[in-house]
């Protein structure tokens, strides 16, 4: 562990870097303010489009509905499809209804689904995911394997039974550790296993910036919604580095006498995190007195 000062001049801020949006989130933002500007409010948005509540609400105020399902959409109207990708099914449900789509699914998540789809009933597909995520639900609708699992931890592989061709894919906001992990525990039980890839590369990146930052501080802050899958990634990869962390919405959420005694804190922020949050966060902590260097705002 590094040694500390508790001394008041001593008060550090480390930014992470990367940090926040990443470029599939930014991508399906832009898609619904395009979708503003063409065919104006409201836009029908499934689930929600990005795992943050500050973004969904900002949506809400512009003129996002956000729906369950296809049916609760008006005949004709627009809906969007948000990054973490949906099954061919709800294309046709949608069609059905005479809505205009716009798919702003991530191209990684995409890259997922082709996978799944290029698959037939000869081979067996095993998706690292939860099965409760949006991604891994559009995932596992696009497989035309011939059995597919899902599994979240490396204790489920035992649960496996023989595959034959098995493919491994993996949801993309994943621990990058356990992904590791669960590919090589598979690979030994299975050594025909195809390995496409892990987690995507905006995952990879901002858990090893975090846990580089984690290194140095006593207390890492992330910021980002509790249901969001990567924002909870970097808080444990923050853990795993032994550094306390906290996961808050804003900075306002943050306990009063979490900052006692803390010289060195560490900041990072989901991939669904806007920079505004991010901002709010740098420029209280530095009103605290805790600089950071030339990337201050
Ligand atoms: S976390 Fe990765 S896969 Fe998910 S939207 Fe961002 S870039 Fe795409």
Known sequence: ????????????????SPRGFCRG????????????????????VLYELVHNRFVS???LRKGAVFVQSPEEVPEGAVLLFG???????????????????????????????????????EDDLVIFGHRSHHETAGVVAHSNA????????????????EL??????????????????????????FPDLRLPGGVCNASLQR????????????LVLIIGSTHSSNAN?????????????????????????????????GLSAGASTPDELISEAVRKLNSLGYRSGPEAV
Do not use: W
């Not at 562990?1 to 508790?6: A, I, S």
């Not at 858990?207 to 006593?218: C, H, W």
């Not at 032994?242 to 900052?259: F, G, M, S």
């Open 1 to 16: 562990m590094p040694h500390f000062t508790n001394a008041p001049n001593d008060k550090k801020l480390l930014l992470a």
């Open 25 to 44: 989130v930014k991508g399906a933002l832009d898609a619904f303010e395009r979708a503003l500007n063409e065919y104006s409010a409201p836009i029908y």
């Open 57 to 59: 609400g900002e949506m």
């Open 83 to 121: 990054a973490h990708g949906v099954g061919e099914e709800l294309f046709r449900r949608a069609e059905a209804r005479h809505l205009h789509v716009i798919d702003a699914t991530c191209p990684l998540v995409k890259r997922l689904h082709r996978a799944a789809a290029e698959l037939s009933g």
């Open 146 to 161: 011939g059995r597919t699992f899902v599994i979240s931890s490396a204790e489920e592989i035992r649960t496996l039974p």
């Open 164 to 189: 034959r061709h098995p493919l491994l894919l993996t949801q993309t906001t994943l621990s990058y550790h356990e992904a590791e992990r669960i590919a090589q525990e598979l690979k030994m039980r």
């Open 207 to 218: 858990q090893k910036a975090i846990e580089e930052t984690a290194a140095k501080a006593e």
């Open 233 to 265: 990634r970097l808080r444990e990869a923050a853990e795993r580095m032994r550094a306390k962390a906290l996961l808050i919405e804003t900075i306002a959420e943050l306990p009063e006498d979490a900052l006692l005694g803390i010289s060195r804190i």
